[in-house]
């Protein structure tokens, strides 16, 4: 079946450390996208990638980097520039287009030790 | 900034009641696209109901419709026979201009009490 994949489902950071969230989609979706979600504050776009080897910033990117080198894999870099990073990390995918809704993974939780 | 507004932090219903969620937009564009998702705590996103804003009738899929107003720019959600597993936090979202990501809102946390 297709769909999109996020592992690990739990992470540790420790401080100063980056961490790399991972997510891959068999959907054949040109769009990715990454997502924060905080408790009251609803779903954050961190970066969106509309086709390979290009990205753009969302609303919260700072402390965070990205990478679009395969169709299939949208990888999210969690830097030590990131100073509040524990949060629930959802990553999506969608065929390029205004009406096409986003599909999206399980989620990663990071936390800090 | 395109906002999506949920009003709504938490609310409850009885199972079998009738519930609404509402949602407001802000944008400057005539034709866009509004969902509703649904986030049980098992935390993976669903898709519930879409609606184009271009189409004059309410979208409906089983227990879930929409009452759509344009020109207040409101897009709450009716869940009939509420259920157990409604149970869930509902997000609306939307694509407010050309091509860009969907905007969420914060987010309506919905107990179904038995």
């Known amino acids: 079946d297709g769909g999109i994949t996020q592992s690990p489902k739990y992470l540790f950071r420790k401080e100063g450390q980056n961490v790399t969230l991972s997510c891959e989609q068999n959907l054949n979706h040109d769009a990715m996208y990454w997502y924060r979600q905080d408790p009251g504050q609803g779903l954050r776009l961190i970066y969106y990638?509309?086709?390979?080897?290009?990205?753009q910033k969302g609303d919260i990117a700072e402390g965070y980097s990205v990478s679009r080198e395969k169709k299939e894999s949208f990888p999210l870099t969690v830097t030590s520039a990131q100073k509040n990073p524990t949060a629930f990390y959802l990553c999506?995918?969608?065929?390029?287009?205004?009406?096409?809704?986003?599909?999206f993974g399980d989620g990663t939780r990071l936390s800090i030790l | 900034a395109q906002t999506v507004t949920q009003s709504q932090p938490e609310m409850s219903v009885q199972e079998a009641e009738t519930v609404t969620l509402s949602c407001t937009y802000d944008?400057?564009?005539?034709?866009?696209?509004l969902f509703w998702y649904k986030q049980p705590p098992s935390r993976q996103m669903i898709l519930v109901i879409r609606q184009e804003a271009y189409k004059q009738q309410n979208a409906t899929e089983n227990r879930f419709s929409v009452n759509f107003q344009k020109a207040a720019k409101s897009f709450s959600l009716k869940i009939s026979d509420s259920q157990l597993g409604d149970t869930a936090m509902y997000f609306c979202?939307?694509?407010?201009?050309?091509?860009?990501?969907?905007?969420f809102g914060k987010g309506t946390r919905l107990s179904v009490i038995a």
């Open positions: 944008t400057s564009e005539n034709n866009y696209y």
């Open positions: 999506a995918s969608s065929v390029t287009g205004p009406n096409q809704p986003q599909h």
């Open positions: 990638s509309q086709i390979v080897n290009d990205f």
């Open positions: 979202a939307s694509f407010l201009r050309g091509n860009t990501p969907l905007v």
